[in-house]
Structure formats: C-alpha cells, structure tokens
C-alpha cells in the first residue's frame, strides 16, 4: 500500500470506525478512493481538493438527501455519516493541508461509455432515470445552484462563440458558428422557461449500467452531482442526449428512446421537445471548444484531443433535419408531431366525404389490391425490381381502378436507395406512406381541395416518381399541411409553377404511362404530410418499420381526402403474435422455436429471408435451401410438373432414372442402386434394414451426440436425443464410440495418431455388441457430425472405422444429409475427405430445396440381401415431382458453380473467422470446410460458453443474421447458410460477429484441458 492510501485508510477507520483495503479511482483534482471495507460493503471515499469550495459538496450531499426522500428508488448512491453524524468532516492530510471528506455507497453496474449494447431498451430506462431525478428535484433549493460564469451551464453557453478563433479548421468554425447561430435564436424562449435543480451531467461516464450477456441492462447509477446548477429540465435531458448519440448507430432512435422514457417519467411539452435538438448540438460544441482550449494549455497531453473524435465525427456526419427530429421527438412523446396537427386532423375528419373526387367519381367501392409482402411475389429478387416487373405490378387486379393500401409493407422498392445501411439486409423503408390508386395512363385527376403548387418536377430517375406534384393547403385556421402525387404524366412540369392556385376539384394532372412515371403500371401514388421538413429533397414514400410512430404521425392517413373510411386503406400485416398464440394452442410444446422474440418469415430469395414487415434477414443457417430460397428453376419445375402429373414408383417415369443416373454420377463405382424416400430420418430407417438383411446381425455402432432422424429407430441411434434428460436411454443394440472431436475429446491436434487413436475406440464397442449377442450390423455416422457440434474428424478416421467395421462383418453406413452435395466446397461428399467409400450413404435436407425428399445409395450386394421377396414402397418418395425437384436441385449445383461458391465463401469465412479467434478471447476454435462452419465459444476457464452461445445468436439475430448453435453444451455457433452466399453476406457475418463479440467482454481464456492429457502450464489442473 503506497503512503497516501495508508494514510486515507487510516482516517477512514478513524472518522467512519471501517477497515478497508482502499484503491485509487481515476479523479482530476480530487482523490477518490474505492473502499473494499471488511463489513463486505464497497463504499467510495471522497478526499475534495483542498480550498474546495464547503457549498459545493454540501450542495452535493442535500441534493441527494432530496432524492432519497422524494424518489427512494432511484441509483443514486446514499452518503454516510462518520461516527459523530458529520455528513463532511474536515480534517487535515498528510501535507497537513485542510481537505473535506465524505462517504458514498459505491452502486454496481459499469459506466454506460463501455456497456454495450446501448440498446433503445436501455436507453429508454435511462431517460426514465433521468426524467425521474428531474421530478424528485423540481423542489430542492440549495445556494450552490446559482452559479455563475459556470462554463458547463447550458443557458451560459453563448460564451464559447467568442472562443471559437481557437478552432483553426474553417469548416469546422463554420460549423460551430451554425450551431451558436441556432442557440442564439432559441436563447429567448429558453430563458422564458421555468429553472430547476438539474444534474446537468448524465455523461456516459456518470450513467452506471447493471447487467451481463443476456441479462436484461438497468440503470444501476447516476453519479457526480459535482455539476448541478438551475437551468430548465429540459438541459439536462439534452446533456444527457449529447452522450447517447456519440457513435450509436441509429442516433436518432437512441435520441428519441431517451425522450420517450424522460417523457414517461416527466412529461414534457412540445416547445421544451422543439429545443432539445439545438441544445444537443450546443452541449457538443461547447464540449469541442472547452477541450481544444485546454489542449491549447496543455499540448503534451493528447488524451485532451481524442476525447473531442466522437463528438466532431457527430457533429460533421450528421444530416439531420432539425425540423424532422424535432417531429421525430415529438412524436416519440405522443405530442403533435407539427403544431395545430389536432387541427388538421380534426379539419380533415370533419370534410371527409366532403372533398372532390379526385377521380370524378366515388371511390366507396373500388376494390383494394394488396402488394404487401405476404400476398404479393413483385418482385421475384427483392433486391432487385427490373423495369419489366415494376410496369407489371399488380396486373393481377386488372386494367381499371384500383386501391393500393397505406401501411403496406411491400418489397417492391428494391433498389438500394431503400436500404439504410451497407448490407442487403440492412434495415430497409417498405411500408408505404401513401394511398395508390390504379388507373389507365392519362386518367386526369382533380385536387380533393384547394392550395397551391408547391412542387412541380419531373424526377425522371429510374423507378422514381416521375412526374410529381407537392400542394400546400391550410386548414381554416392557416394549419399548414401537404398532399403528394407522385407518377404523373410529366406534363404538368410545363402548365403548372410553384405557387400556382389549384382550385377544388380543378383537373390538374394526369396519369403518366410506365415511360413517364419512373417505369411504373400507371396509378397515383397519393400521400399527405403534415411538414416537409426534411423531406424536401427526398420526399419518403416508404417508411421503416421500426419507425411507424413517426412516419404515420408526420404523413398519416390520407383516406379523409379520397372521400374513404380510414380502415379500408389501411393495411395490416399478419399479427405475430397471434399466430404464435395461436401456435401454442395448436401445436405441442416441444415444437421449438428459435430466438427469444421468434422470427416470422414470408418470403425468401437466395440466401436472405423476410418477415411480415419486409425486415430483410440474411440467412446463414439453413442448408435445406442448397441453391437458394425460391429458386425460380425449382419454381417452374414444380410447377411443370404439377401441370402434368404427379404418381409414384410402380409406374414408370423417366424423370426417376434421370434423377438415379444424376446421382450416382456423383457416386463412388461401387454404389449403384438408389432408394428414394421422403426425409433423412425415412432414409436412416431404411439404411438399418438393409444394413441388419446384409448381414443378420442387429447391433449398430454410433458416434455419441449424433442425430440421424426422428422415428423410434433413427431416434436410438442418435444418442443426441436418447441421451437427453427425459431421453429413452440407450437401446442395448447400439453402442456409442466418443465423437472424433480433436478440440475437445480425447485425442488433440497435437496427437499425429489422433485419427487411429479414435477408431480404436470402436473395438470395445464391437466387443460389447457381440457379448450381448447383437453381433454388428454396422456403423452409422454423420460424416463430420454437426449437431455433435461442427465437427471435423482427423483425416484417416473413417477409413479405419470401416476397416475395423467390415472386418466385424458390419456396413458401413455415411450420413451425408448435412454434409453432403457440394457444401464442403472441396468435396462434394464429406467420406470423400476421408478417402473412405461407405456401403450406403444417406441424403436428405438439402436434396428436395425444401420439398420433401430422402435418398440412400448403396451397393448391388446390400440391395440384393435386402430384395427378400417383400415389396419396399414408400408412397411419396420418389414421386415424379420429388425426382424432378431433385434433379433439378443437383444441375443447379452444378450449373450454378455453387460447390465451386462453397469453397470460395468458405475461404472467406474461414479467415475472417480465424482473425476474430485471434482478436477474441471467447472464441475457443473455430472450425469447418466450405460452409459447414463452427465457431466454439469458450468461458474464461475454457469451459463451453452456453451463455455466451446463446447471447451471441441473439444478437445476430438483432442484426438480422440468422445462425444456429449446436454440441452437447450448445455452445457452438454453427453457420451454414445456402451455397448461393456471396462476398458481401460473408462480410456482413463477420463484421456482425466481431461487433456482438465485443459486447461479451474481454478475457484471456485458460488453455482447454480434459485434466487426463494436460499440458505443463495449462492452469487449471
Ligand atoms: C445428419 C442428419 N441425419 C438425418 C436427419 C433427419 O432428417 P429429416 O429431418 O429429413 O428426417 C437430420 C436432420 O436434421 C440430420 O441432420
């Protein structure tokens, strides 16, 4: 212990009767200390400078008195008193230097600057917190609060515009000078406002933050009152807004979840909301100049300059409009998201049926026509909306008048102008703002009202709105609103100019033809907005899901002007939760679902898949979809086929040869006759007669923690089901030999005999069989097992296996339905990494793309034991329409070059994943071929990370990438999305997975040990 904390410890169980081990926290000009004190209890010792100001602390103390009295359940530390009830006794230091000194409660949680993820959720418990504190301290009164010339009181912060000659960029003078601008106009109507005590500091270092992995985050502190002050509420919640936004992703979300849950706690009005955008921005500025004046004072010290980044990468990035936010801020607090929007509402209501027709006639019983996301395929490549398809949309509502509804979610604007970050399933804006009508090109429409021109062009962009007209009205009490017309013969541009009169009911447009209207089917599309804040250049049609609450209070409804009820326009998709409701009425509960909050998924191209909303997700574990969701091959063959017939095998067919030959052009010589069944687990059953009529005997040896299907006895063979809690135990046919996993088992990659020590393994269990008279009809195995957990074999394993298996007189039987068709890149089957030649292989999953298809191949001599004069049918397998699919399936691989894709992709997985194994302490291996990956996640001790498996596939899925986990202990994230993945969904997984790994926290892990082969200095024998 160093002199000075002997000396504080000394004192501390002086003043406070504590004994404590004290450790120094970081402080600029005060010595604080934690104390560790042998009561169990960590509290923090607080050493003021010395001529530190009595009223300051004293302010300090009161103010949390007040809060504990006015809110008790708020985390603000408590004070204590030292043995003769002094709250902030005086004594002198080492130096014999006066210094006063209290005792806090020290509150868990770590500081909201390194709590990741900074979740809206948490965000929003923060603004409670905080609009709370504000509640409890509107009555507290205190001298201290009056400070003046305090440089950090936002109504005071006019000062820096004098010091802004110390900023030597001239963009980014020109940028504060913006923002002093912007005070200064509010400085009146904020000095008009009421002043309050306020903490006048919720930095991110203030803000403590309780909770690990999936745990969910509170707000556990709120700490360092050392800058209270009186100043309008409404500072302190853009102080604390000033730190939210710095490096969030979605700023503006976390801005308007902070506002919400202050409003929650403490309801604002809609003029304080009005400020807090300007006053943000101020905070950040002031905080830019006070810290380049200081670097002014001290150049040596370079920490003065990083900590201004975050703060000038938000000021000089962000392109907010502050009229939008403050809509978007508003409306996050349910206040009228423009003023007089009640009335503009109400105007509306009122002369609903009133207006004119904008078409010349009544609208009441048009029909709707939906292009939502679950009733409608345009386009066919959500990515993509070629001009073919867009002039098509909706032809199947026919040729005349029709609806299209508001609050759509349509996957039709496909471009990546929709997309709001980098990745194909980014965020993305689907949910239509507007009403469509459908009519004939030319059709002339009338204004539902008066107003004037206030936008006239022709934005001639493909899939843009081509020609567009924006008109002002008002409502009688000069409520100020707009009416959007998009798709307009272009025409109007030359007849009308901003500012033009449009009468009521005046013929003012017409229609324009898909070569005029962006390349649209002619219709309107027919919007209403309340502002055009922010929206001038880029007037957004289409909304993001996840941001209704604003776009439906700035562009509501417009069914009042068409003359139409509100509920015919209005669209809603299918409600999740009712169907999940529904589902656990229904359905069994074993009938598992994935995700905390499940998923619900309507449509799928390629490698991505969408929900009801149109959220894009990227899909990065299905391997049923080999050659892509809604492949449009195996569309048109199923539907072929549907046209013409759909039978089974004891007719003839050549589409059953043709998809047998295509098979077993893929086969080892020696296999050469073909089952067809429905399922992977109808294909196992299967390969278990053939395997017993072969040879007579019973007995199966099996890889532990494997799965091979469903049924009674696909489900004893794998020992991943039997072995569970609640399981039926082990058959006592079968006999399990420990998984070839050279991670984790028995035998490491260190052992160059690892793969012959493993198939040893099977003698004993041959022994066992034959003692119970089983005798061995064969070995069944996953060729790398994948439920088992990713799992490569050392090469060679098999091959001796079988050796020892065939010398047994069993079969050989290779489960391929998760490994085999291309997927491993390198190999089109898994044995063939293995140089072994199974006696039957085993297919299922990806075979059928979906359709339900399962095949084994074996040999002429195990197919001739097994024709014992009993017919094999099985009624769906091999019906026409499965061996079409199936072949179909197979060309695809091949014509698509998807095996040669596998291997590319998983190359650029494999490095990407192998740099964050080396960044990333709980990444304990990663591990796969082509794109059958894991990526084994590992406690501090080296222990399977469960937890952090399960955390870290949620968070993918919050990013909109779904992946699996598997092993005994579910603790590897398994990604084996379909082969049609391309560069940029690779990158997209890693960058996702390097940002939701750095949330799980940094460590060292110890190096894995099973305590039997240890090595010397593992550390943990
Ligand atoms: C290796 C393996 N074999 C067999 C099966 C069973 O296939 P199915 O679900 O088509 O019956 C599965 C399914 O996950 C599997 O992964």
């Given at each position: 212990m160093d002199d000075l904390s002997a000396f504080w410890t000394a004192a501390l169980r002086r003043l406070w009767g504590l004994d404590a081990r004290l450790t120094r926290l970081d402080g600029e000009y005060d010595l604080n200390f934690l104390v560790h004190a042998t009561n169990g209890q960590d509290y923090v010792l607080k050493v003021m400078r010395a001529s530190c100001d009595a009223d300051l602390v004293d302010l300090q103390i009161k103010a949390l008195a007040h809060i504990a009295s006015e809110a008790p359940g708020l985390p603000f530390p408590k004070v204590f008193p030292d043995l003769t009830g002094a709250m902030l006794p005086e004594i002198a230091d080492s130096e014999g230097q006066r210094r006063l000194v209290w005792l806090l409660e020290c509150l868990p949680g770590r500081c909201y600057a390194k709590a990741a993820p900074k979740s809206e959720e948490l965000i929003l418990k923060l603004g409670r917190v905080l609009g709370a504190t504000d509640r409890a301290l509107e009555g507290f009164e205190h001298e201290g609060l009056h400070r003046t010339g305090f440089k950090w009181d936002l109504m005071q912060a006019g000062w820096i515009a004098d010091k802004l000659n110390a900023i030597s960029d001239p963009a980014r003078r020109a940028l504060l000078t913006e923002i002093c601008e912007g005070f200064a106009a509010i400085a009146d109507v904020l000095a008009d406002l009421p002043k309050q005590a306020i903490h006048n500091d919720a930095n991110d270092y203030n803000i403590l933050v309780e909770g690990e992995l999936s745990e969910r985050r509170r707000i556990s502190g709120l700490i360092d009152l050392g800058d209270m002050c009186a100043a309008p509420r409404i500072c302190d919640l853009a102080i604390a807004g000033a730190y939210v936004v710095l490096d969030h992703p979605k700023p503006e979300r976390a801005l308007a979840a902070l506002v919400k849950g202050y409003h929650a706690a403490n309801r604002l009005r809609a003029d304080e909301v009005d400020l807090i955008w300007p006053l943000l921005k101020m905070r950040l500025a002031v905080s830019v100049v006070n810290s380049t004046l200081m670097a002014a004072e001290n150049p040596d010290d370079p920490y003065v300059t990083i900590s201004q980044a975050p703060a000038w990468r938000f000021l000089e990035n962000t392109s907010v409009n502050g009229g939008l936010m403050s809509a978007r801020l508003r409306a996050a607090c349910g206040l009228p998201v423009v003023d007089g929007a009640e009335r503009i509402h109400t105007y509306l209501q009122e002369h609903r049926g009133h207006?004119?027709?904008?078409?010349?006639?009544?609208?009441?019983?048009?029909?709707?026509?939906?292009?939502?996301?679950?009733?409608?395929?345009?386009?066919?490549?959500?990515?993509?909306?070629?001009?073919?398809?867009?002039?098509?949309?909706?032809?199947?509502?026919?040729?005349?008048?029709?609806?299209?509804?508001?609050?759509?979610?349509?996957?039709?604007?496909?471009?990546?102008?929709?997309?709001?970050?980098?990745?194909?399933?980014?965020?993305?804006?689907?949910?239509?703002?507007?009403?469509?009508?459908?009519?004939?090109?030319?059709?002339?429409?009338?204004?539902?009202?008066?107003?004037?021109?206030?936008?006239?062009?022709?934005?001639?962009?493909?899939?843009?709105?081509?020609?567009?007209?924006?008109?002002?009205?008002?409502?009688?009490?000069?409520?100020?609103?707009?009416?959007?017309?998009?798709?307009?013969?272009?025409?109007?541009?030359?007849?009308?100019?901003?500012?033009?009169?449009?009468?009521?009911?005046?013929?003012?447009?017409?229609?324009?033809?898909?070569?005029?209207?962006?390349?649209?089917?002619?219709?309107?599309?027919?919007?209403?907005?309340?502002?055009?804040?922010?929206?001038?250049?880029?007037?957004?049609?289409?909304?993001?899901?996840?941001?209704?609450?604003?776009?439906?209070?700035?562009?509501?409804?417009?069914?009042?002007?068409?003359?139409?009820?509100?509920?015919?326009?209005?669209?809603?998709?299918?409600?999740?939760?009712?169907?999940?409701?529904?589902?656990?009425?229904?359905?069994?509960?074993?009938?598992?679902?994935?995700?905390?909050?499940?998923?619900?998924?309507?449509?799928?191209?390629?490698?991505?898949?969408?929900?009801?909303?149109?959220?894009?997700?990227?899909?990065?574990?299905?391997?049923?979809?080999?050659?892509?969701?809604?492949?449009?091959?195996?569309?048109?063959?199923?539907?072929?086929?549907?046209?013409?017939?759909?039978?089974?095998?004891?007719?003839?067919?050549?589409?059953?040869?043709?998809?047998?030959?295509?098979?077993?052009?893929?086969?080892?010589?020696?296999?050469?006759?073909?089952?067809?069944?429905?399922?992977?687990?109808?294909?196992?059953?299967?390969?278990?007669?053939?395997?017993?009529?072969?040879?007579?005997?019973?007995?199966?040896?099996?890889?532990?923690?494997?799965?091979?299907?469903?049924?009674?006895?696909?489900?004893?063979?794998?020992?991943?089901?039997?072995?569970?809690?609640?399981?039926?135990?082990?058959?006592?046919?079968?006999?399990?030999?420990?998984?070839?996993?050279?991670?984790?088992?028995?035998?490491?990659?260190?052992?160059?005999?690892?793969?012959?020590?493993?198939?040893?393994?099977?003698?004993?269990?041959?022994?066992?069989?034959?003692?119970?008279?089983?005798?061995?009809?064969?070995?069944?195995?996953?060729?790398?097992?994948?439920?088992?957990?990713?799992?490569?074999?050392?090469?060679?394993?098999?091959?001796?296996?079988?050796?020892?298996?065939?010398?047994?007189?069993?079969?050989?039987?290779?489960?391929?339905?998760?490994?085999?068709?291309?997927?491993?890149?390198?190999?089109?089957?898994?044995?063939?990494?293995?140089?072994?030649?199974?006696?039957?292989?085993?297919?299922?999953?990806?075979?059928?793309?979906?359709?339900?298809?399962?095949?084994?191949?074996?040999?002429?001599?195990?197919?001739?034991?097994?024709?014992?004069?009993?017919?094999?049918?099985?009624?769906?397998?091999?019906?026409?329409?499965?061996?079409?699919?199936?072949?179909?399936?197979?060309?695809?691989?091949?014509?698509?070059?998807?095996?040669?894709?596998?291997?590319?992709?998983?190359?650029?997985?494999?490095?990407?994943?192998?740099?964050?194994?080396?960044?990333?302490?709980?990444?304990?291996?990663?591990?796969?071929?082509?794109?059958?990956?894991?990526?084994?996640?590992?406690?501090?001790?080296?222990?399977?990370?469960?937890?952090?498996?399960?955390?870290?596939?949620?968070?993918?899925?919050?990013?909109r990438i779904l992946i699996g986990s598997e092993g005994p202990k579910d603790n590897i994230l398994k990604i084996r999305p379909p082969l049609t993945i391309e560069a940029e969904d690779v990158d997209m997984i890693l960058w996702a997975l390097r940002d939701v790994l750095s949330e799980v926290g940094d460590f060292t892990p110890a190096p894995v040990c099973d305590h039997d082969h240890h090595h010397a200095g593992c550390g943990c024998c």
């Open positions: 207006f004119a027709d904008m078409f010349g006639q009544d609208l009441g019983d048009v029909p709707m026509g939906s292009l939502s996301v679950e009733n409608c395929v345009w386009p066919q490549d959500p990515f993509h909306m070629p001009l073919a398809e867009a002039a098509r949309v909706g032809e199947e509502y026919g040729q005349d008048l029709w609806l299209g509804y508001y609050n759509e979610p349509r996957l039709i604007y496909a471009e990546p102008g929709f997309r709001k970050g980098p990745w194909k399933a980014s965020d993305r804006r689907t949910v239509h703002l507007a009403v469509d009508v459908f009519a004939p090109a030319g059709t002339v429409l009338h204004a539902p009202m008066s107003g004037r021109v206030e936008v006239v062009e022709n934005r001639d962009q493909h899939l843009d709105y081509g020609g567009v007209i924006i008109l002002h009205h008002e409502t009688p009490e000069g409520d100020p609103f707009y009416t959007l017309y998009g798709h307009l013969d272009p025409e109007c541009c030359d007849r009308l100019k901003p500012g033009d009169p449009v009468a009521q009911g005046a013929a003012f447009a017409r229609l324009g033809d898909a070569g005029q209207n962006g390349g649209w089917a002619p219709h309107v599309h027919f919007q209403l907005a309340l502002t055009t804040d922010g929206m001038e250049a880029d007037w957004p049609g289409v909304g993001d899901p996840d941001e209704l609450e604003l776009w439906h209070a700035v562009c509501p409804n417009p069914a009042a002007l068409l003359n139409l009820p509100d509920d015919k326009v209005f669209y809603h998709p299918t409600d999740k939760a009712d169907i999940l409701h529904k589902r656990r009425a229904h359905f069994g509960g074993n009938l598992s679902l994935t995700y905390d909050d499940p998923v619900m998924l309507v449509r799928g191209w390629k490698h991505h898949l969408f929900d009801e909303w149109g959220r894009p997700y990227l899909d990065a574990y299905n391997n049923v979809p080999h050659v892509g969701h809604a492949h449009p091959r195996i569309q048109a063959v199923a539907a072929d086929q549907l046209k013409r017939m759909n039978s089974n095998t004891r007719y003839l067919h050549p589409a059953q040869v043709e998809f047998a030959d295509k098979i077993l052009s893929k086969m080892p010589d020696q296999l050469q006759v073909c089952f067809f069944v429905n399922s992977g687990t109808e294909a196992n059953e299967l390969a278990l007669r053939l395997a017993r009529a072969h040879t007579g005997a019973k007995g199966i040896v099996t890889p532990d923690h494997g799965y091979h299907g469903n049924t009674n006895a696909a489900v004893a063979i794998s020992a991943y089901k039997f072995n569970k809690p609640g399981g039926i135990g082990k058959a006592d046919w079968v006999e399990l030999v420990e998984v070839a996993d050279d991670y984790r088992g028995s035998f490491r990659r260190d052992d160059a005999d690892r793969a012959q020590k493993f198939a040893d393994l099977v003698d004993p269990a041959i022994a066992a069989l034959r003692d119970r008279g089983q005798g061995v009809a064969g070995f069944i195995a996953e060729t790398f097992p994948s439920v088992g957990g990713q799992i490569i074999p050392p090469k060679g394993y098999l091959p001796a296996v079988y050796e020892k298996i065939r010398a047994a007189g069993g079969v050989c039987i290779a489960d391929e339905v998760q490994t085999g068709l291309g997927r491993l890149g390198e190999y089109y089957f898994g044995f063939e990494h293995q140089g072994a030649v199974p006696d039957i292989v085993v297919m299922g999953k990806p075979i059928g793309n979906g359709h339900p298809l399962g095949v084994l191949v074996t040999t002429r001599e195990i197919a001739d034991s097994f024709n014992n004069g009993i017919e094999f049918f099985s009624t769906f397998g091999g019906s026409t329409l499965s061996c079409r699919i199936g072949k179909e399936v197979l060309d695809i691989v091949d014509d698509e070059g998807l095996q040669d894709n596998a291997r590319r992709m998983g190359e650029r997985l494999m490095a990407g994943l192998r740099q964050i194994e080396a960044d990333f302490g709980c990444v304990g291996d990663v591990r796969g071929m082509g794109l059958f990956l894991g990526v084994e996640l590992i406690n501090p001790d080296g222990s399977e990370g469960t937890e952090i498996c399960s955390y870290v596939k949620n968070r993918m899925r919050d990013h």
